[in-house]
């Protein structure tokens, strides 16, 4: 469980500094990270970076794939670590 922290801790943190990256790369027009890796990143297991780095950088915010699907990853990520928690409990 302890390495489950951890990597999700790495995981998210990655996750919000690349949506923070493209962002800025957005903003001064460079060469974009692929939606795709932004979606893997959140579909990986960071999807709360993923989500507190659109609501802090307003990034992605108007895409229905990003809108929808980030906060259902969420959803399902903490579903699996609710499971996880209670199997772990049980013994």
Same mark, same amino acid.
């Given at each position: 469980?302890?390495?489950?922290? !951890?990597? *999700?801790? =790495?995981?998210?943190?990655?996750?919000? =500094?690349? !949506?923070?990256?493209? @962002?800025? /790369?957005? /903003?001064?027009?460079?060469? /974009?990270?692929?939606? /795709?890796?932004?979606?893997?990143?959140?579909?990986?297991?960071?999807?709360?970076?993923? *989500?507190?780095a659109m609501l802090m950088f307003r990034h992605k915010t108007? $895409? #229905? @794939?990003?809108v929808v699907g980030v906060p259902v990853m969420f959803v =399902?990520?903490?579903?699996?670590?609710? =499971?996880? #928690?209670? $199997?772990?409990?049980?013994?």
């Amino acid at each position: 469980m302890k390495f489950l922290g !951890y990597y *999700l801790s =790495v995981i998210n943190f990655l996750t919000w =500094v690349t !949506y923070g990256l493209d @962002k800025g /790369r957005a /903003r001064s027009g460079k060469w /974009r990270i692929p939606e /795709r890796t932004l979606l893997l990143l959140s579909l990986a297991g960071g999807s709360l970076g993923a *989500l507190a780095a659109m609501l802090m950088f307003r990034h992605k915010t108007k $895409k #229905a @794939k990003f809108v929808v699907g980030v906060p259902v990853m969420f959803v =399902v990520h903490c579903v699996i670590l609710a =499971v996880v #928690a209670v $199997k772990l409990l049980q013994g």
